[in-house]
């Protein structure tokens, strides 16, 4: 019984969180700068962080610390220079979720995550001393420095009630291929990233419409087979379904943050039930 309502109050909670509503007009600078991206196309990785203060015995370094990369002044490095900070990231269980999502993620590119931002406080010839002044997650040696570029940060659009008998919108259509992280379920405020990039017409500021096939069984999700008309000892339909003929299930929408060649960077706004890796997406 303890475990029965122990179960309930944890669904109560899950259920409330992906109702939230997006009450700001724009995404916040840690949605914009700690979101990553998948790419056919890796950055510059000749410049790096060396280590940093401390190095004999610290192996990890966060906002606020101090770290060396291996560019000073003989290649223009000033202070106050800053930099953005990413890293080469993978999933290490390699358990796919859904039918397709390895032969995605090799077309999408790698995944970098992005780790921090520096600004230079001390210049050496081919070395700079950089104070970290926002980190995502903690930095290590080896990680990818490229010199800091705003980003973009579009404007959501008007507050609207999600429209769950929607049309398709005769738009590209694509899947949730992974997540930040790479989990499984994802809702509102979370991202996602997209089989969907520059190359299929996808840009900053797009917002996408997640749905569902009833019983496709593409996912890891469990359905016995034939649940969408039919459920042993509970009635079935005269006849039987498929997935692709019935009403899809509108789940939630997300705005596009960044695109590369084969991918979209994805801020889920909104969703009114957990979305599931192997979910698909249409451009409204």
């Known amino acids: 019984m303890f475990l029965r309502v122990s179960y309930l109050v944890l669904s109560m909670a899950l259920t409330s969180a992906l109702y939230a509503q997006q009450t700001a007009t724009a995404p916040r600078e840690h949605d914009v700068y700690c979101a990553g991206m998948v790419t ?110 705003a980003r973009p940060a579009p404007s959501y659009k008007p507050a609207t009630k999600l429209d769950i008998f929607a049309r398709p919108s005769g738009k590209e259509q694509a899947m949730v291929v992974t997540t930040r992280g790479f989990g499984q379920v994802a809702g509102a405020g979370r991202v996602v990233y997209v089989n969907l990039g520059s190359l299929q017409g996808a840009r900053v500021g797009d917002y996408y419409r997640v749905f569902r096939y009833q019983g496709d069984r593409h996912s890891t999700v469990y359905q016995p087979r034939g649940q969408e008309y039919s459920v042993w000892g509970m009635g079935s339909a005269p006849a039987s379904w498929k997935w692709m003929d019935l009403p899809r299930e509108i789940l939630g929408e997300g705005m596009v943050l960044s695109v590369s060649p084969n991918a979209s960077t994805v801020l889920l706004t909104g969703s009114l039930r957990e979305i599931y890796v192997g979910d698909y997406v249409e451009i409204e």
């Open 40 to 149: 056919t196309e890796p950055p510059p990785s000749d410049t790096y962080v060396i280590s940093g203060v401390e190095s004999s015995v610290r192996i990890l370094f966060n906002q606020g610390d101090l770290v060396f990369i291996n560019r000073g002044a003989s290649q223009g490095v000033q202070v106050g220079s800053e930099f953005l900070v990413s890293r080469p990231v993978k999933e290490r269980l390699q358990t796919p979720w859904f039918v397709w999502q390895r032969d995605l993620m090799r077309a999408m590119g790698t995944t970098y995550a992005d780790i921090g931002r520096l600004r230079v406080v001390n210049v050496q010839t081919d070395t700079s001393t950089a104070e970290i002044v926002y980190s995502c997650d903690h930095l290590q040696r080896g990680d990818i420095v490229q010199p800091f570029v």
